[in-house]
Nanobody
């Protein structure tokens, strides 16, 4: 059994910052990629950022230069530092971990709302 617990969402004004955290626990031997995705109302879930087990990162064009993904392998935790937030960033943010090919887990989602 694997659980992902997300935290750090909330309401912020445009231009502000938030830091999301996602801690994985349970029967985990190894985590490969970790990532953040988001889903805005009426839209499909989209990739925000991913990070490999050795720290290689990938970002959606819309967040490059504003968001930073990082991870603490000792704590099985992934973070997303979000700066210069704008209303278009409003969405439910989900973390995802890949433990092996074909097996991944999702967090429950955390709401991020950016007011103009």
């Amino acid at each position: 059994q694997v659980q992902l617990v997300e935290s750090g969402g909330g309401l912020v004004q445009a231009g502000g910052s938030l830091r999301l955290s996602c801690a994985a626990s349970g029967s985990i031997f190894r985590i490969n990629d970790m990532g953040w995705y988001r889903q805005a109302p009426g839209k499909q879930r989209e990739l925000v950022a991913t990070i490999t087990s050795v720290g290689m990162t990938n970002y959606a064009d819309s967040v490059k230069g504003r968001f930073t993904i990082s991870r603490d392998n000792g704590k099985n935790t992934v973070y997303l530092q979000m700066n210069s937030l704008n209303p278009e960033d409003t969405a439910v943010y989900y973390c995802n971990i890949i433990v092996r090919r074909g097996l991944s887990y999702w967090g429950q989602g955390t709401q991020v709302t950016v007011s103009s």
